[in-house]
């Protein structure tokens, strides 16, 4: 189901038939480097994470992450982007991850900004906060090119990795 169109990109919701996408998405170095390993290495776990994760989150907040698809290359999955209600944090997060091909062309911009506009006008959140480690400058960049603006560092999950909190309010 598409959510949004950008000039650019189709985002849409996630569904288990993307488990191979989110298989090829989670296992990149840039996520594993920046999200963690979340121990997704077959077909199988892939689909679980998504009706675990996602699917529930739809069902609960009615919205959640998002693929994010080319226009010119057939509607070919390059990423995610979108809304997640952490227990341990205050706001809705926005998040955003690529395919390393499609890193610095502007689509996790283009991507981002639709989610932005998406959660002050159809899920009236008020405040979008994100978090992200303090080595992650691309990420860094693309918060602040948002509009979101460095709060204070955090230790929100157990892991007690020092994260950077950036918040907007919308």
């Not at 739809?58 to 982007?81: A, F, P, R, V």
């Amino acid at each position: 189901m598409i959510i949004a169109e950008t000039e650019r990109l189709v985002l849409s919701k996630i569904t288990v038939d993307d488990a191979s996408f989110l298989l090829e998405l989670m296992n990149t170095s840039g996520w594993l480097k920046y999200n963690g390993d979340r121990n997704v290495k077959t077909l199988d776990q892939a689909r679980n994470h998504i009706e675990n994760n996602q699917l529930k989150c739809y069902q609960t907040y009615g919205y959640g992450y998002y693929k994010i698809q080319i226009k010119d290359e057939n509607l070919k999955s390059i990423g995610t982007t979108g809304l997640l209600k952490r227990n341990n944090l205050e706001h809705v997060d926005i998040g955003f991850s690529l395919l390393p091909e499609y890193y610095k062309k502007g689509y996790g911009f283009e991507a981002a900004t639709a989610i932005v506009k998406l959660a002050k006008n159809t899920f009236n959140i008020k405040t979008l906060s994100a978090i992200t480690l303090p080595i992650n400058k691309p990420s860094i960049h693309l918060l602040e090119k948002l509009g979101l603006s460095y709060q204070k560092t955090i230790k929100p999950f157990d892991d007690e990795k020092e994260l950077l909190l950036f918040v907007k309010n919308l």
